[in-house]
């Protein structure tokens, strides 16, 4: 296993993408000690994606890209702004409220900081907010597109590990909501620091206007979930039926697309969808021989050597998972991980449903963090801003996420209550 590990890491510091990385890695292992046939390799790579839950990646993805090309994140901040502007410090609390209103949507951080913070930054830094602070709040807002429910990284734990996708779409209500309210009260400080006021004159947008203009994009998750626990679609087809919805939204409703833009929409969604599932395929392949390594057995013995407390065994799969999301991506990291953890999971007792939660909300923080947070990165260019100018202001709010995670961790109903309450 040592062998595995130790190619893996050389390629990442020979900057090789990670997706080939997963899979050279493997390969290059099986040259040196023959433990299956080469066609192994072929046939994991085909089970790894082998599953009717993953449809919906391309379906969210393909309705958020629709809805954000539609307009429908200016509506939302619209909304947003004219709802929070008579606060001090409103517009920032905005970014943060319509961050959570289009994660309900979107499902994804980078197209979450994309859409809302490119439609509000050039405001935000004109009102004196700075614009180093300005775009960490971006990147920030940013990570509540994978926690609040749809989100792709859930579904992607739900199919490895056959938990209720459902269950955890409900689990991370509370804390996105959390994490919200908690920028919302950073922004709140930070605007007395720096001296703005509440909005010298109401926007022109009237909160009734704003609302009724925004009403079919906050139809969305009501559709998604109403549908999901409702028992009338599966969180596949609830993909397919946000896409749908969107489609008719933004062509008919709002006419804001036109027949022009598919190609180009369909054509960005095809390449983010297969970039997330050449990852998928790659990770499902070194998980395999992972496994098969005995890499799970090997990893429960480690971490009972330490210590068998649950409370430190939590303490240390967030501390190695935080450490982790911050230089590889969320759905590598998650492929790799989850199948070595899930029986140190089940020998704690731990829910299958909380255990996802912690997981993914520690790999989704890794995307505001350098070096390869991806909501970062997106806002940063939108900002024109250096990563290390940003670091400072973003401090506060990582330690925001990093204390609902904590919650999270150790206050088992804080993510169960829902799921118990409505499934």
Known sequence: MALLIGVFLVFLLLNMPIAFALLIAPTTYLLVDPLVPYKMLAQQLFNGVDSFVYLAVPFFILSGMLMQYGGISKRLVDFSSALLDRFIGGLAMAVSLAAAIFASITGSGPATTAAIGGAILPELVERGYGKEWSVALMASAGVLGPIIPPSITMVIYGAMTGTSIGALFLGGFLPGITISIGLMVISYFHAKKVGVGKAVKSRSI?????????????????????????????????AVVATVYALIVCFV???????????????????????????????????????ALRGPEKLISLFYSISDNTVVLLLLINIFLL????????????????????????????????????????????????????????ACSIGKVPISKVAEPLLPMLAIMIFVLFIVTYVPSFVLFLPKLLM
């Open 323 to 378: 450490i982790l999301g911050c230089f590889i991506d969320t759905s590598s990291a998650l492929v790799m991980t989850v199948p070595a953890f899930m029986p140190l999971i089940q020998k704690m007792g731990v829910d299958p449903v909380h255990f996802g939660l912690i997981v993914c909300i520690n790999l989704i923080i890794g995307m505001a963090t350098p070096p390869l947070g991806i909501t970062l990165f997106t």
């Open 253 to 291: 409703v709002y006419g804001s697309l036109k027949v022009q833009d598919l190609p180009r929409i369909f054509k960005e969604a095809a390449v983010i969808t297969s970039v997330v599932m050449i990852i998928l395929a790659n990770a499902a392949t070194f998980a395999w021989l992972m496994s």
């Open 206 to 238: 009237t909160i009734g206007k704003s609302l009724i203009d925004a009403l079919w994009a906050l139809g969305m998750p009501f559709l998604i979930l109403g549908g999901i626990l409702g028992g009338i679609f599966t969180p596949t087809e609830a």
